[in-house]
C-alpha cells in the first residue's frame, strides 16, 4: 500500500507571496491532518479534517487555510508569507483508529 | 502553550544503556497517548502508544511507563542501539486532536 505523499518537497518563497501544499493520503484513509514541525516548538496541529470537513483547527492565523477534496487528498495554503513560516510541514493520514500516517512533509523556506 | 511537556531536549546514550525520555501533560480529558520516531528526512512513525487505563506497556526493547496521578509518561528504550538515533516525540490525543511534545534527539554512540 503506498503511504501518504506530499509534494512538492521543498519550496522557497519570499515574504509576501503564498504557497500550496498538496497531500495524498492513503488509500481508504477519510482523516487528513496537517502539522508545522520547527526546531523547539515539536509539531504544531494546524487542521484535520474528515470527509472534506473541517473536523479541528489549531491556534494558527487565518493566513493559514486548507481543505479536502472528495477523493481524500487534501491541500493547505498559506498566504502573505511571514519568515517565521518557514518550517517542514506535515501531513498525516488516518483510518481513524488513532494512529496517524505521516508523509515525509514539505520543507517550505521563506526568504 | 505547551500541553504536553518533554524532556529532556537532547540525549546520548552509550550502546547497550537505557534511553529514558519522559513527558507530563495537565488535561484530564486525554485518552491516548503514543510516542513517535522520527528519523531525519523522514515523517514520524509511530513506535509504540498506551491508554490510562494501563501503567505499562512493552513492545520488544520499547517500554511506556504510565503514571496518571502523576500526569506523566515516559519512554524506555532498552538495550539502546545505533540504529534507534533519531527524535521521538510523545503525543496526547483527547477530541480527534494530536498534542506533541517539543520531541527529545536521542544518540547512541556505539
Known amino acids: 500500500k503506498a503511504g501518504v505523499t506530499q509534494t512538492p518537497r521543498y519550496l522557497i518563497k519570499t515574504r509576501g507571496q503564498q504557497v500550496t501544499l498538496s497531500c495524498s493520503p492513503i488509500?481508504?484513509?477519510?482523516?487528513v491532518s496537517w502539522y508545522q514541525q520547527t526546531p523547539g516548538q515539536g509539531l504544531q496541529f494546524l487542521f484535520e479534517?474528515?470527509?472534506?470537513?473541517?473536523?479541528n483547527k489549531g491556534n494558527f492565523p487565518g493566513r493559514f487555510s486548507g481543505r479536502q477534496f472528495s477523493n481524500s487528498r487534501s491541500e493547505m495554503n498559506v498566504s502573505t508569507l511571514e519568515l517565521g513560516d518557514s518550517a517542514l510541514y506535515l501531513c498525516?493520514?488516518?483510518?481513524?483508529?488513532?494512529?496517524?500516517?505521516f508523509g515525509e512533509g514539505s520543507r517550505l523556506t521563506v526568504l | 502553550q505547551q500541553q504536553v511537556k518533554q524532556s529532556p531536549q537532547s540525549l546520548i546514550v552509550q550502546k547497550g544503556g537505557i534511553s529514558i525520555i519522559n513527558c507530563a501533560y495537565e488535561n484530564t480529558a486525554f485518552d491516548y497517548f503514543p510516542w513517535y520516531q522520527q528519523f531525519p528526512g523522514k515523517g514520524p512513525a509511530l513506535l509504540i502508544a498506551i491508554r490510562p487505563d494501563v501503567s505499562e506497556k512493552k513492545e520488544g526493547r520499547f517500554t511506556i511507563s504510565f503514571n496518571k496521578s502523576a500526569k506523566q509518561f515516559s519512554l524506555h528504550i532498552m538495550d539502546s542501539q545505533p540504529g534507534d538515533s533519531a527524535t521521538y516525540f510523545c503525543?496526547?490525543?483527547?477530541?480527534?486532536?494530536?498534542?506533541f511534545g517539543t520531541g527529545t534527539s536521542l544518540t547512541v554512540i556505539p
Open positions: 488509500s481508504g484513509h477519510r482523516s
Open positions: 498525516a493520514s488516518s483510518p481513524g483508529h488513532l494512529e496517524l500516517f
Open positions: 479534517y474528515f470527509s472534506e470537513t473541517q473536523r
Open positions: 503525543a496526547a490525543h483527547t477530541g480527534n486532536q494530536f498534542y
